[in-house]
């Protein structure tokens, strides 16, 4: 490596399908559920094409209003796809996960582009727009969880504390893992491509702390701040 990220030829990424094509094969033969798999891949492909030239745009425009209303979009889908567990309830919770994921997500992502990456300017795009992504999108995951294990445990007759407790618990178990597993069973994504692109090693994994702190940070302050938001019990009158 060279220091700059190489384009793959296309030639050469559609052998990246292969394995693909097997899954594909083995679902078929097996499940019968390879048209829903085909679509996703299909589906996957045509956003990320879609998606490369929106951020084409986004990344050239440096324009604050523009930032501001990417980020405004991307935690509207984000607070939204969250409440599919429990779509049945997407209209009254919807606003409590809004809220939970714009103030865990915006203030961490003021505090590592303003203070650790410390950006030349708050609107720069390339910098805002893929850490906000990864940001909204685990504390959406994150608060997803949560929901749909809360509003389990208190179908069950669970009293709100221990219910809260369980469904922080058991949403944080993914960021919890990823923390453990770290540099011994798996290379995060931002690790391996700036390693791959020429990046020291060294170099690498500070900002691999700096992904892998922000991450967690997000989602647990997300999803404390939605179990937060959920009503305690009443307390009995007494006779």
């Given at each position: 490596?060279?220091?700059?990220?190489?384009?793959?030829?296309?030639?050469?990424?559609?052998?990246?399908?292969?394995?693909?094509?097997?899954?594909?094969?083995?679902?078929?033969?097996?499940?019968?559920?390879?048209?829903?798999?085909?679509?996703?891949?299909?589906?996957?492909?045509?956003?990320?094409?879609?998606?490369?030239?929106?951020?084409?745009?986004?990344?050239?425009?440096?324009?604050?209003?523009?930032?501001?209303?990417?980020?405004?979009?991307?935690?509207?889908?984000?607070?939204?796809?969250?409440?599919?567990?429990?779509?049945?309830?997407?209209?009254?919770?919807?606003?409590?996960?809004?809220?939970?994921?714009?103030?865990?997500?915006?203030?961490?992502?003021?505090?590592?582009?303003?203070?650790?990456?410390?950006?030349?300017?708050?609107?720069?795009?390339?910098?805002?727009?893929?850490?906000?992504?990864?940001?909204?999108?685990?504390?959406?995951?994150?608060?997803?969880?949560?929901?749909?294990?809360?509003?389990?445990?208190?179908?069950?007759?669970?009293?709100?504390?221990?219910?809260?407790?369980?469904?922080?618990?058991?949403?944080?178990?993914?960021?919890?893992?990823?923390?453990f597993a770290v540099g011994l069973v798996?290379?995060?994504?931002?690790?391996?491509?700036?390693?791959?692109?020429?990046?020291?090693?060294?170099?690498?994994?500070?900002?691999?702390?700096?992904?892998?702190?922000?991450?967690?940070?997000?989602?647990?302050?997300?999803?404390?701040?939605?179990?937060?938001?959920?009503?305690?019990?009443?307390?009995?009158?007494?006779?």
């Open positions: 490596m060279n220091g700059t990220v190489e384009v793959i030829p296309l030639t050469n990424l559609s052998l990246s399908f292969v394995p693909v094509a097997l899954v594909l094969v083995v679902l078929r033969r097996w499940t019968g559920e390879a048209p829903t798999a085909t679509y996703g891949v299909g589906r996957m492909v045509v956003q990320l094409l879609l998606i490369g030239y929106v951020l084409t745009f986004i990344f050239g425009s440096e324009q604050p209003v523009v930032i501001l209303a990417t980020l405004g979009v991307m935690l509207l889908l984000a607070s939204w796809i969250a409440l599919r567990p429990i779509a049945a309830a997407r209209a009254v919770v919807y606003p409590k996960v809004l809220l939970s994921i714009t103030v865990g997500g915006l203030s961490t992502l003021a505090l590592v582009t303003q203070g650790v990456l410390a950006v030349d300017r708050w609107y720069q795009g390339s910098v805002v727009i893929p850490l906000a992504g990864m940001i909204f999108a685990v504390s959406m995951n994150t608060v997803s969880l949560a929901a749909e294990r809360y509003e389990a445990e208190t179908r069950r007759g669970s009293v709100h504390a221990e219910a809260r407790h369980i469904a922080l618990r058991s949403a944080l178990i993914p960021q919890i893992n990823s923390l798996s290379f995060p994504g931002m690790m391996t491509g700036q390693i791959l692109s020429g990046v020291g090693p060294l170099v690498a994994v500070r900002y691999q702390i700096m992904v892998m702190s922000m991450l967690f940070g997000a989602a647990g302050i997300s999803t404390a701040c939605y179990l937060s938001l959920q009503k305690p019990d009443p307390i009995p009158l007494q006779k």
